[in-house]
């Protein structure tokens, strides 16, 4: 990575915030950030690294891409790659494969609401661990079924790219219906041919390096991408809470479900079986964010009329009489 690559950090970061501040601040708008100190009583942050991991598990095989391979000979495979695309170990079942790799960590306070628990073990895939070596990553894509993330970085660093959910990368071309992303085919190419473009444009991406016991929320809808910028561990898990709730289900009922929805086998019925389950579990909560969600649209349209019939330098009038 060249050095210009990493120098721009504007993201907000936080220490120690309530989870009403986070709520108000970023879950609500819909904005990223950058959370400090919230994972310090991890074991993992304490205890995971290669040696520990290949003690623990060596031998278990993992989903590195297209296929499985065993945590011990993945490292091997890490310590000889040259491409300029690592596999990259990604895996949804790790804590049901290892069981204390799920005690090893907790999900940090802000994000305890998880919608989708309605569901048991019918719930779509939203745990991984990742583990990659510099140069390894993620291309530009927004998460699945319109879910919130967290990531939360165990060794290692990884560099953040981030746009809003209106903002289509340079260099990214989604299909019309989302279902399909056609982009560079290395992270570094994206770096090479597209990064110098985002230095004028008005809506700057959000970056940031996340190192070892940080954590970024990715906030529903927003496109990002990551690279590891030396050998890394960390967890993510996507959720739904009552702020992104109706736009998941949005999202789930679509015409074409069946090739958008991900991490489940029954992606058709996922939204029936998904709101029944919520309404069985928090009754009157739909109609209720319904209702919240219309209150506040109307909302919007007041001041953005509001807007349009004021100066907004002088605070007056622009009627004239
Ligand atoms: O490579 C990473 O750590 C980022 C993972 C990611 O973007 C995702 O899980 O959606």
Redesign the pocket.
């Known amino acids: 990575m060249k050095p210009e690559w990493l120098e721009r950090d504007n993201v907000v970061r936080k220490r120690g915030i309530s989870i009403q501040e986070f709520v108000l601040n970023f879950e609500e708008p819909n904005k990223p950030v950058l959370l400090e100190g919230c994972i310090d009583n991890w074991g993992a942050l304490r205890n995971w690294d290669r040696d520990y991991l290949v003690r623990l598990c060596g031998d278990v095989r993992f989903s590195v891409g297209p296929v499985e391979m065993k945590l011990r000979d993945y490292f091997g495979y890490s310590d000889q790659v040259r491409e300029e695309r690592p596999l990259y170990l990604f895996d949804p079942k790790f804590a049901e494969k290892v069981p204390k790799l799920g005690d090893e960590y907790e999900v940090p306070v802000y994000f305890r609401e998880d919608l989708f628990g309605v569901l048991g073990n019918e719930r779509p895939d939203y745990r ?1 661990i ?1 583990i990659g070596p510099a140069g390894s ?2 291309s530009f ?1 927004v ?1 699945p079924n319109s879910t919130s ?1 967290w ?1 939360a970085v165990i060794k290692g660093s ?1 560099k953040w790219v981030l746009f809003p959910p209106d903002v289509i990368p340079p260099g990214v071309h989604p299909s019309p219906d989302g279902a399909e992303v056609a982009s560079p085919v290395s992270i570094i190419e994206w770096f090479m041919n597209f990064y110098g473009a985002t230095k004028d444009w008005k809506k700057k991406p959000i970056e940031c390096i996340c190192k070892a016991g940080e954590v970024i929320f ?1 906030p529903s809808g927003w496109w ?1 991408l ?1 690279i590891n910028l030396e050998e890394s561990i ?1 967890i ?1 898990q996507n959720y739904v809470s009552r702020r992104n709730l109706l736009s998941v289900l949005d999202f789930l009922k679509r015409p074409n479900a069946s090739t958008l929805v991900s991490g489940t086998r029954d992606r058709v019925n996922l939204h029936d079986n998904f709101k029944n389950a919520i309404e069985a579990s928090f009754p009157g909560e739909i109609d209720e964010l319904t209702r919240k969600e219309e209150e506040r649209k109307i909302q919007q349209r007041k001041l953005s009329f509001w807007d349009s019939v004021t100066d907004a330098n002088v605070g007056a009038f622009k009627f004239s009489f």
């Open positions: 991984w990742i990553g993620s894509h998460d993330a990531n990884k990715v990002h990551v960390a993510t």
